[in-house]
């Protein structure tokens, strides 16, 4: 099946403690990005990556960061996580054509920094 | 740049009556537009995208959204709203090209359905 898969789907940690959330792709997509989202504010774009070794900032990058060393996956690594990183996350792939399907979704990952 | 604005944090229907949801764009560009649905504790699902061909677009579970560029709208539509259809609904806008992997999301409408 065709999926985005994102682990771990619920994640509790305390400030400071680096921590990294997996997302891995079966699709063969090029592009890929991270979102967070918040109550009323929508999602909001922390990193995109357009192909293996290719990144770049999104809306919200401060606090994060991101590699592509393979083109199923892109990890989001929080190296020092503060509370108001507690969001929730979403990983996402696209092709890189247009007119193709559009950004796939992961389930999501919910983080609680305390 | 590139900017989405939906009109309408909450909107509330009746089963049976049509469903509006407004979604303005800003785009120095032809942007490419895109109507999502998230139900609760899931994650989006496409329900259907502009790229430039037919202006009017016709997506999944019954809803279509027409771009007009004279009014930098893309508002999304279904005839007959049913109790399925209630959900968080969400516009997003991308220029294409080599920013076609930066997508810019509008800050989302909750689609109430009263039976």
């Known amino acids: 099946e065709a999926q985005v898969t994102q682990n771990p789907r619920y994640l509790i940690t305390v400030t400071g403690k680096k921590l990294t959330v997996t997302c891995s792709q079966n699709m063969n997509h090029e592009y890929m990005s991270w979102y967070r989202q918040d109550p009323g504010l929508g999602l909001r774009q922390i990193y995109y990556s357009m192909n293996v070794e290719v990144t770049d900032k999104g809306d919200v990058p401060e606090g994060y960061k991101v590699s592509r060393k393979e083109k199923r996956n892109f990890p989001l690594i929080l190296e020092s996580p503060s509370p108001n990183q507690t969001s929730l996350y979403f990983c996402?792939?696209?092709?890189?054509?247009?007119?193709?399907?559009?950004?796939?979704f992961g389930s999501g990952t919910r983080l609680t920094v305390v | 740049a590139q900017s989405v604005t939906q009109l309408g944090s909450h909107v509330s229907v009746s089963e049976g009556a049509l469903v509006l949801l407004r979604c303005n764009y800003s785009s120095s560009v032809p942007p490419y537009l895109f109507w999502y649905v998230q139900y609760p504790n899931q994650g989006l699902q496409l329900l259907l995208k502009y790229t430039s061909a037919a202006t009017l677009v016709k997506g999944i579970n019954g809803f279509e959204a027409e771009f007009k560029k004279s009014e930098t709208s893309f508002h999304l539509t279904k005839p007959s709203a049913h109790m399925s259809d209630a959900a968080e609904y969400f516009c997003?806008?991308?220029?294409?090209?080599?920013?076609?992997?930066?997508?810019?999301f509008g800050q989302g409408t909750i689609l109430t359905v009263h039976p």
């Open positions: 996402a792939s696209s092709p890189r054509q247009a007119a193709g399907p559009g950004y796939t």
């Open positions: 997003a806008v991308s220029l294409g090209g080599t920013s076609y992997g930066k997508l810019t």
